[in-house]
C-alpha cells in the first residue's frame, strides 16, 4: 500500500437539520486517480469543498499532504488545484488571459513568460487557441482551459467537481485522457462524477449516498465482491413487460431498467438458454426480446447497493 495523501475520518457537515456529508471516513494514496461517485445531491461537492479548505466540517478530521485541513485551510490552498462544476472562467478575457491570471493567482512562475503558458496549452491540447476569448470556446475546449488554470501551479493535489458535466461524448473521453495524463505524472486526482461509466478509469473509488458512503474499493474488485451471479441484458419490445413478472423469481437476485432494456442478476448456473426459457414461461412466446450474458457496469453495482441499502436500513461496505 502506497503513502496517503488525503486522511478524512469522520467528517460530518450539516445545513441547519439536513446533513450533507455524515460521518464519512477513507484514505486517497498518493498519485492514484480516486474517483467520488453518487447521484445529484449525494454529498459530493460538499465532500470536496471542505477538503479544499472553502467550507468547515461540523465534526471529524481531514488532513491532505499532511496539513490539518481544519486547522490550516490555508496551507491546503496553496497545495491544490480546484476545477469546479460551474464555468469559472473569465469569458472576456482570452485564454491566454485566462491562464496568465489565474497563474498569477497561484503564483505560478510557468505563466509569467508566454514560453511556460505555450508549454501549458501543449499540454491540453489547446495550442492555436491562445487568443480566442474564453467565452467563444465549446463545452469541451472550455472544461480544457478550466484545466489549464487549475494545474498552472502544479499541485500535489487536483480535485475536479463533475469535470464534464454537460460535454459531449467525446469531448469527455478526451477530457479524461488528460486527466490520466496528470496521474501518471506524479499528481493525485480526485474526481467527483455521477457518470458510473467514467469511474472505471479510477484506480480506487467510493460510493455515496445520501451523505454517506455506502461503498468502497477498485471498480474491478467492487463488481466481484457485490455482483456474485451472472448478470444478463434483455432488450427488444418485449423487454418493458418483464419489469412486471421478475418480482417474485426465485432465481431472480435483482433487476433494474437501463433505458429500453432490463439487467437481470440471477443466481449462480444460470445460462442464456435457462433464462430465456424462464422468461418466455412468464411473458408468454408472443413477446419478442434478445438475451445476452454481459460483465457487470458499476451501475449494476451502485443499483444493487442503492436498493439493499434503502430496503434493509443498513450500510453496506
Known amino acids: 500500500m502506497g503513502e496517503h495523501i488525503i486522511e478524512v475520518n469522520?467528517?460530518?457537515?450539516?445545513?441547519?437539520d439536513f446533513t450533507a456529508v455524515d460521518n464519512v471516513s477513507f484514505s486517497v494514496e498518493r498519485g492514484s486517480l480516486f474517483g467520488l461517485l453518487g447521484a445529484n445531491g449525494?454529498?459530493?461537492?460538499?465532500?470536496?469543498r471542505m477538503l479544499c479548505g472553502l467550507m468547515i466540517a461540523d465534526a471529524g478530521s481531514a488532513s491532505l499532504a499532511g496539513i490539518d485541513v481544519l486547522k490550516n485551510p490555508e496551507e491546503v490552498k496553496k497545495r491544490i488545484g480546484y476545477m469546479s462544476q460551474r464555468f469559472s472562467l473569465y469569458r472576456d478575457l482570452t485564454a491566454d488571459e485566462n491562464l496568465e491570471f489565474f497563474g498569477g493567482l497561484y503564483g505560478s512562475r510557468d505563466t509569467v513568460g508566454a514560453a511556460g503558458?505555450?508549454?501549458?496549452?501543449?499540454?491540453?491540447g489547446l495550442t492555436g487557441m491562445e487568443n480566442t476569448l474564453a467565452g467563444d470556446l465549446p463545452g469541451?475546449?472550455?472544461?480544457?482551459?478550466?484545466?489549464?488554470?487549475?494545474?498552472?501551479?502544479?499541485p500535489a493535489v487536483l480535485f475536479l467537481d463533475e469535470p464534464t458535466a454537460g460535454v459531449d461524448p467525446v469531448?469527455?473521453?478526451?477530457?479524461?485522457?488528460?486527466?490520466?495524463?496528470?496521474?501518471?505524472?506524479?499528481?493525485?486526482?480526485?474526481?467527483?462524477?455521477?457518470?458510473?461509466?467514467?469511474?472505471?478509469?479510477?484506480?480506487?473509488?467510493?460510493?455515496?449516498h445520501s451523505g454517506r458512503i455506502v461503498a468502497d474499493g477498485g471498480p474491478d474488485e467492487m463488481k466481484r465482491r457485490i455482483i456474485s451471479g451472472p448478470v444478463f441484458e434483455i432488450s427488444g419490445s418485449g423487454a418493458s413487460f418483464l419489469e412486471s413478472v421478475l418480482e417474485d423469481e426465485s432465481w431472480v437476485v435483482e433487476f433494474s431498467l437501463f433505458g429500453d432494456s432490463i439487467h437481470i442478476q440471477t443466481v449462480e448456473?444460470?445460462?442464456?438458454?435457462?433464462?430465456?426459457?424462464?422468461?418466455?414461461?412468464?411473458?408468454g412466446k408472443t413477446q419478442d426480446f434478445s438475451i445476452?450474458?454481459?460483465?457487470?457496469?458499476?451501475?449494476?453495482v451502485f443499483l444493487r447497493i442503492i436498493d439493499q441499502s434503502e430496503s434493509e436500513g443498513e450500510e453496506i461496505i
Open 10 to 16: 469522520s467528517l460530518v457537515k450539516r445545513f441547519g
Open 292 to 300: 445476452e450474458r454481459i460483465t457487470p457496469s458499476l451501475e449494476d
Open 269 to 283: 448456473g444460470m445460462d442464456s438458454e435457462g433464462v430465456k426459457t424462464r422468461l418466455l414461461t412468464l411473458a
Open 140 to 154: 469541451g475546449i472550455s472544461q480544457r482551459l478550466a484545466l489549464a488554470c487549475a494545474v498552472s501551479h502544479n
Open 171 to 208: 469531448s469527455r473521453r478526451r477530457f479524461w485522457d488528460l486527466i490520466h495524463e496528470r496521474a501518471e505524472g506524479g499528481t493525485t486526482v480526485v474526481v467527483t462524477t455521477h457518470y458510473l461509466d467514467e469511474a472505471e478509469y479510477c484506480n480506487d473509488i467510493v460510493l455515496m
Open 117 to 124: 503558458r505555450s508549454r501549458i496549452f501543449d499540454s491540453v
Open 42 to 48: 449525494a454529498g459530493k461537492t460538499t465532500l470536496i
